[in-house]
């Protein structure tokens, strides 16, 4: 079993950044490949980022490449959302998840939301024009 918990969400206004920040608990975090997804309001929660279990791959979504940065630290199980350039259409609540498809690095097995077995909380990020 693993426990995820985010932080770093928050309001701000366009053009600012925020580094959002998960934990995760057990001993399976270093071979897993972990995402960060979002729901903006009357949205269905859409795919922002993943990383691979080593940050040998790294994919973003389109909406948010170029502006948005992930990466982990594998001594401390963490994985961080560097969000630059805030527009008011990132507002969402952001989740982070963890896959069980361990050491896996292919673009479809990171990116689609049915491969992450587990799950935060979420933190809400609301970004003002």
């Known amino acids: 079993q693993v426990a995820l918990v985010e932080s770093g969400g928050g309001s701000v206004q366009a053009g600012d950044s925020l580094r959002l920040s998960c934990v995760a608990s057990g001993d399976s975090f270093n071979s897993s490949p972990m995402a960060w997804f979002r729901q903006g309001p009357g949205k269905e929660r859409e795919f922002v980022a993943a990383i691979s279990w080593h940050a040998g791959a790294i994919y973003y979504a389109d909406s948010v490449k170029g502006r948005f940065t992930i990466s982990r630290n594998n001594d401390i199980n963490t994985v961080y959302l560097q969000m630059d350039s805030l527009k008011p259409e990132d507002t969402a609540v952001y989740y982070c998840?963890?896959?069980?498809?361990?050491?896996?690095?292919?673009?479809?097995?990171?990116?689609?939301?049915?491969?992450?077995?587990?799950w935060g909380q979420g933190t809400r990020v609301t970004v003002s024009s």
């Open positions: 998840a963890a896959s069980v498809w361990y050491y896996h690095t292919d673009s479809h097995m990171l990116t689609a939301r049915d491969k992450y077995r587990y």
